[in-house]
Structures are given as structure tokens and as C-alpha cells.
């Protein structure tokens, strides 16, 4: 009776590890950034306020690659800044390390006078 008992410990303790693993890959493989607008962050593309392509750029990279199972290692870099309106769209491009390059879509969710809420596609 011990053993079923320690068998049904040892396997439900084997699903909670995984559960956490998954939930844990779920939330750092988000690509849903909120960013400040302050004057760190913000230049003026067409007469509007934007987040830097540097700030656009990093905040990808970083999440682009999360954890090793999770995306493709990349540098990213953004030809200008992103527009705060919401539906303002900018292609980044990442370069991964054998020199193959990868278009990176990136989409306003939504605006504000003091943070832009984005996306970009992995």
C-alpha cells in the first residue's frame, strides 16, 4: 500500500512540476510590452509623440528569446520610432547569430498620453 501511495505522490508531484514549468514559459514568453512615455523614452516621428527605436529595439530582443525553448536568440534593431496611436505599425528586424535575418512586426495595442501598450510577432 506504501508504494501505490508514493507512486501517486511521486506522479502528482511530477504534474505540478510541469504545471508550473508551462505557466512559468506562458508569462516570460509574453509579447506584450507597456512602456512609459517620459523624455528618456520619447522622440517625435511625423509630429507625434514615440517611443525610441532603441527602447522598441531592446524591449523585443529581450523578450524575443526568454527562455532557451522559447523563440530564436536575435539582435534587433528598428529604423525609427514607434508612433503612440494605437494601430501604428513598425518592422524591425532581427539578425540571428548565423547572419539569417527575420522581420519583426510591431503593432500599438493602444496609446496614451504617459505609456504606449505594444506587441510585436515572434
Do not use: Q
Not at 508514493?6 to 512540476?17: E, P, S
Not at 523624455?39 to 527602447?55: E, K, Q
Not at 523578450?63 to 503612440?84: E, N, Q, S
Amino acid at each position: 500500500m506504501l508504494s501505490s501511495k508514493f507512486l501517486v505522490g511521486a506522479i502528482g508531484g511530477a504534474a505540478a512540476v510541469v504545471a508550473v514549468g508551462g505557466l512559468g514559459t506562458h508569462l516570460l514568453s509574453g509579447t506584450e510590452s507597456t512602456t512609459g512615455l517620459d523624455r528618456y523614452t520619447t522622440v517625435l516621428v511625423d509630429g507625434h509623440r514615440a517611443l525610441a527605436a532603441n527602447i522598441v529595439a531592446g524591449r523585443t530582443e529581450s523578450r524575443y528569446h526568454p527562455l532557451p525553448w522559447v523563440g530564436t536568440d536575435v539582435t534587433v534593431t528598428c529604423p525609427g520610432g514607434l508612433k503612440a496611436v494605437a494601430g501604428a505599425t513598425l518592422t524591425c528586424v532581427g539578425e540571428e547569430d548565423g547572419g539569417r535575418t527575420v522581420d519583426i512586426p510591431v503593432t500599438v495595442v493602444k496609446a496614451s498620453a504617459h505609456s504606449v501598450t505594444w506587441t510585436f510577432t515572434r
